[in-house]
């Protein structure tokens, strides 16, 4: 997507990596509208949406949103991804992007990135790297003030980081 919004072309690796987590959201929902305990509910929603499965299963997992997710998980999973201890999901053998190894960066000290709130919705979160104009989507959360939560925990342990202290002295135990 964020090719698309750049008007760039679309490199290999990406259309693969958004193809798979299509498949994956597809496999989820029909998980989740095969239960037998959601048979009756998918079975409303299909004559609600006159047969639109991918509506009628959109809803069944905005409705049922833990047990979706979890479902997505595991079928994100078995496509070997993985998370991050920050909660980006990532390839096997690749770096998380929100948390660089510091190993990679002059000094070992995280690069400056600022957290945000969409601006319309306010229950997206972006990431700003420093030199860099346009943020980049990080995901969506349940309530504004959440995001924002997070934003001021991410901007504070950014600023910890950056300016030497560990990070196990953020940690929670």
Known sequence: ????????????????????????????????AKRPERANEYA???????????????ELARSHRAEFRQLL????????????????EILPGSTCWACPPESAIPGGLV???????????????????S?????QLVGMVDTPELAAEICEA?????????????RAADERP
């Open 1 to 32: 997507m964020r090719h698309r919004d750049r008007k760039e072309p679309v490199d290999e690796a990406c259309r693969a990596a958004s193809r798979d987590h299509g498949n994956a959201w597809n496999r989820a929902t029909s998980r989740l």
């Open 44 to 58: 409303a929603l299909l004559k609600k949406h006159k047969g639109n499965t991918n509506r009628a299963r959109g």
């Open 73 to 88: 998980f595991d079928e994100l999973a078995k496509l070997g991804r993985r998370r991050c201890e920050c909660g980006a």
């Open 111 to 129: 690069p400056e990135v600022h957290w945000r709130q969409g601006r319309k919705v306010g229950r997206t979160l972006y990431i700003h790297r």
């Open 131 to 135: 030199g860099s104009e346009s943020g």
């Open 154 to 166: 991410m901007n504070a342990r950014g600023s910890t980081e950056r300016s030497g202290e560990s």
